[in-house]
């Protein structure tokens, strides 16, 4: 980012440039600010204690609850396990390492309901694996360890490719040095590796929390949409609004956004923070 | 730096705290509670009438308090996600056939037909609702093949209701005297071509329509009278001189119901042909399945010239070979797409 802002800058004098700046906004404003203002216009539009009454409604304080709970475990568990897998494949060598390499990242690739049918198909009633364990009453599937499956699956790659990079450029001198000194381990990680990856914890605990949050296409598979068990949010306002509810879908939609916006301030804010240090 | 931290911290704090019931009520799990998996429309009755009734009246006999856990979704919908493991301990399907796929799978094992009245719950007839004033003149199945009609349908792949408006627009080509397959088979074909929007549920076409879309929809009675009832249907009622009565069964899922747990299910199913229950299903704009004079009770419902149920068709099973899946998807969805 610092690189091109210090490229000199080659400004064209087109003679239409004010028509072209109107025609980019003419172009954005329907396509990505006005379908988020929409949210927030229909939620405040029969007064805000309707809109208070719809967010405090049962139905949608669980799914709120269920849905922010989910995002603070899912980024609990991807935050140890991408950082352990971004550890080995930053210091170890072994086989088949490659192939491991594409696969672990191509949960940003595959679509969620992909995800979700193919976790139903695993760990179902019905699936591979899971038939085997139905009769001994372990059924993930459409309960809360169902969705946290998925969800640390679908958001595994954002955890990754946060830590990732900073591990392996990580000098190893550091780390000797701590050896050296008679650290073990443990002690080495906890206060040479660690403290280094601090900033990249959060922004990955942040897209993760953020992706979680908002998961829709792999949960709606394997959740059952179970109202005040297993109903998240996305679920909730999908719900609310095929059954006509479009208030009750509204109010939880503005809550997500509102949400998302904080979110990606605080990581527009760490970054652009960060970046001058790196340089 | 600090402040920021503190704020994060705060945030953390404020996290755990809003979100802690989540792991409450998993260990709180006992007997007494009911997961009812419904269709669509019956969302309002069932979560709004039926359950606190009988809720009230568990109570007064055996003073125990039961907590409900609901979804609603499509019939196929909701019996995919059951046979997929989702933990129903009852199901409220919009058509028998569902229960037989369940009974397939092996997840029910006894024969709820020998329930009373088959296990049907309560009915509603297929009806259309089409835009203020009717502009285009829409009444009978027969009108909807005219060419520039757009029609918003339920899916016959996820919707009960959708297998019904099959069977009903159908009957209303086949049944009445001239009538034949082959007419039916034209007719349809040409009904749905002009299908412009298939919602996933009757509850999510009826949604599609108020958005805007079409200038009719096929769709349960019900749907029409609940909100004639309340005053704020914006739209008129069609009634077609033939076509069918949706019947809606009530099943307790055998493979979900630990044996502590029968008695309660029991219980409930029973209430569903209690007098009480039925009257609160003709008040959300259903027709009792026990005493049609019960229907009396809301003026609103219309009158059909010429019913039929599916056994006009040899019942679900044969009516699913040779209507749904012979004629629907073999024939008609392919021609359509064409």
């Known amino acids: ?279 | 730096m600090t402040l920021s931290k503190i704020i994060a911290a705060l945030c953390f704090l404020l996290l755990i705290a809003y979100t802690w019931p989540i792991v409450i009520p998993e260990a709180g799990r006992s007997s007494n509670t009911l997961v009812i998996y419904g269709f669509s429309i019956l969302e309002e009755v069932v979560t709004a009438g039926i359950l606190p009734a009988f809720q009230k009246r568990w109570k007064e006999q055996t003073g125990q308090e039961i907590r409900f856990y609901t979804s609603f979704a499509g019939s196929g919908t909701v019996m995919n996600q059951i046979r997929f493991g989702a933990p129903a301990d009852v199901a409220l399907f919009s058509n028998a056939l569902d229960a037989y796929r369940l009974k397939g799978a092996g997840l029910i094992r006894h024969d709820w037909t020998a329930s009373p009245h088959k296990g049907i719950i309560n009915r509603t007839p297929i009806i259309l609702i089409v835009r203020k004033g009717n502009p285009k003149g829409l009444s009978r199945f027969q009108d909807l093949e005219r060419p520039g009609v757009g029609i918003v349908h339920p899916d016959p792949q996820t919707s009960g209701g959708a297998l019904w408006a099959l069977l009903a627009e159908y009957g209303a080509f086949d049944l009445p005297e001239g009538g034949s397959a082959a007419a039916a088979r034209e007719g349809m074909l040409r009904l749905w071509k002009n299908v412009i929007v298939l919602g996933s549920s009757a509850r999510a076409a009826r949604t599609q329509f108020e958005m805007g879309f079409g200038d009719a929809l096929i769709t349960y009675e019900q749907e029409a009278v609940k909100d004639l009832t309340r005053g704020k249907f914006n739209h008129q009622v069609a009634v077609p001189d033939w076509t069918i009565y949706s019947e809606h069964p009530a099943i307790a899922i055998d493979r979900n119901v630990p044996p502590e747990k029968a008695p309660l299910v029991q219980a409930f199913l029973d209430f569903l042909w209690t007098e009480e229950a039925q009257k609160i299903f003709v008040q959300y704009g259903f027709r009792s399945i026990t005493d049609e004079r019960l229907d009396a009770e809301n003026p609103y419902f219309s009158t059909v010239p010429h019913p039929f149920t599916v056994e006009a068709f040899g019942g679900w099973p044969r009516a699913n070979a040779d209507i749904v899946e012979g004629l629907w998807r073999n024939q008609i969805l392919e021609e359509v797409h064409r």
């Open chain 1, 1 to 279: 980012m610092n690189n091109t802002l210090s490229l000199p800058r080659v400004r064209l004098r087109l003679p239409w440039r004010g028509m072209l700046i109107s025609i980019l906004f003419l172009i954005l404003f329907p396509l990505l600010i006005m379908p988020i203002g929409a949210i927030f216009v229909f939620a405040t539009r029969d007064g805000l204690s309707r809109f208070i009454h719809a967010l405090t409604g049962e139905g949608a304080q669980f799914a709120l609850r269920l849905s922010l709970f989910v995002a603070m475990i899912t980024s609990l568990l991807n935050s140890i396990l991408g950082t352990l897998t971004a550890y080995i494949f930053a210091n170890y060598r072994f086989p088949a390492k490659r192939p491991l390499g594409i696969l672990i990242n191509l949960p940003v690739a595959i679509p969620t309901v992909v995800v979700g049918t193919s976790l139903l198909l695993l760990w179902g009633p019905i699936g591979l694996v899971g038939r085997y364990f139905d009769p001994l009453g372990f059924r993930p599937m459409f309960a809360i360890g169902g969705i946290l499956l998925a969800h640390v699956f679908v958001t595994f790659p954002y955890m990754l490719g946060a830590v990732k990079p900073v591990l392996d450029e990580l000098e190893v001198t550091y780390e000797e040095a701590a050896y050296t000194m008679g650290a073990g381990r443990l002690k080495t990680f906890w206060y040479v590796i660690l403290p280094s990856l601090r900033g990249a914890l959060f922004t990955g605990t942040l897209l993760t929390f953020a992706h979680s949050l908002g998961e829709f296409g792999a949960t709606v598979m394997v959740s059952g949409n179970l109202r005040l068990r297993t109903q998240t949010a996305p679920l909730y306002i999908f719900s609310q609004f095929e059954a006509g509810n479009i208030e009750a879908a509204n109010a939880v939609a503005a809550v997500l956004a509102i949400l998302s916006f904080i979110i990606f301030f605080v990581l527009l804010h760490v970054t652009e923070r960060e970046q001058p240090d790196e340089a």
